[in-house]
T-cell receptor
Framework: DTAVSQTPKYLVTQMGNDKSIKCEQN?????MYWYKQDSKKFLKIMFS???????INETVPNRFSPKSPDKAHLNLHINSLELGDSAVYFC???????????????FGPGTRLLVL | AQTVTQSQPEMSVQEAETVTLSCTYD???????LFWYKQPPSRQMILVIR??????QNATENRFSVNFQKAAKSFSLKISDSQLGDAAMYFC?????FGAGSYQLTFGKGTKLSVIP
């Protein structure tokens, strides 16, 4: 039973193209995230999103946009792809709706994007 | 903004031995959460262990334990009886408790652990 899934696992594309990465979670979580892992393995938050607010890391170019058709899905759309966008993109989800508590994030398997 | 530092880019341990991975962080908050995640070659991010800052007791999960020193802002991971399957990148992560940033993790740069048979 896959908790957080992403498609595709690998994506090779040309500069200037537009692409999307899909993410789905079946954990009943209400908050989803996108992280970028660069070539040096550094993980950095891009977006966090629940049904109340979208929080965008200010360093993320506006060519990147999250789209959420429903609570179980948060897709990442990238316009005008650049060489520097090559990275592994991770989707994650957590339950964040009430109070404090762990709100542990569970990660998808990652999507390796290569821009040529 | 919080920062997380892992000062050991790579470490190695003999199978069945014990290894400690270090992590320090910088924050002005008094309550927060700390996590260790493991990333094997499969790329999957796997939660290893977690700690609440207001709890004095160090967290333990089977062969994994932490040494949490709040005053020193240190959160090291100890792996006992190391196994070949422990070979992976290990990431230390911080999560604030409240506010707009409470939904995100701030990661260190990772420590690559090799296990020698």
């Amino acid at each position: 039973d896959t908790a957080v899934s992403q498609t595709p696992k690998y994506l090779v594309t040309q500069m200037g193209n537009d692409k999307s990465i899909k993410c789905e979670q079946n954990l009943g979580h209400d908050t989803m995230y996108w992280y970028k892992q660069d070539s040096k393995k550094f993980l950095k938050i891009m977006f966090s999103y629940n049904n109340k607010e979208l929080i965008i890391n200010e360093t993320v170019p506006n060519r990147f946009s999250p789209k959420s058709p429903d609570k179980a899905h948060l897709n990442l759309h990238i316009n005008s792809l650049e060489l520097g966008d090559s990275a592994v993109y991770f989707c994650a989800s957590s339950l964040s709706s009430s109070g404090t508590g762990w709100k542990t994030q569970y990660f998808g398997p990652g999507t390796r994007l290569l821009v040529l | 903004a919080q920062t997380v530092t892992q000062s050991q880019p790579e470490m190695s341990v003999q199978e069945a031995e014990t290894v400690t991975l270090s992590c320090t962080y910088d924050t002005s908050e008094s309550d927060y959460y700390l996590f260790w995640y493991k990333q094997p070659p499969s790329r999957q991010m796997i939660l290893v262990i977690r700690q609440e800052a207001y709890k004095q007791q160090n967290a333990t999960e089977n062969r994994f334990s932490v040494n949490f020193q709040k005053a020193a802002k240190s959160f090291s991971l100890k792996i006992s009886d190391s196994q070949l399957g422990d070979a992976a990148m290990y990431f230390c992560a911080y999560r604030t408790l409240f506010g707009a940033g409470s939904y995100q993790l701030t990661f260190g740069k990772g420590t690559k652990l090799s296990v020698i048979p």
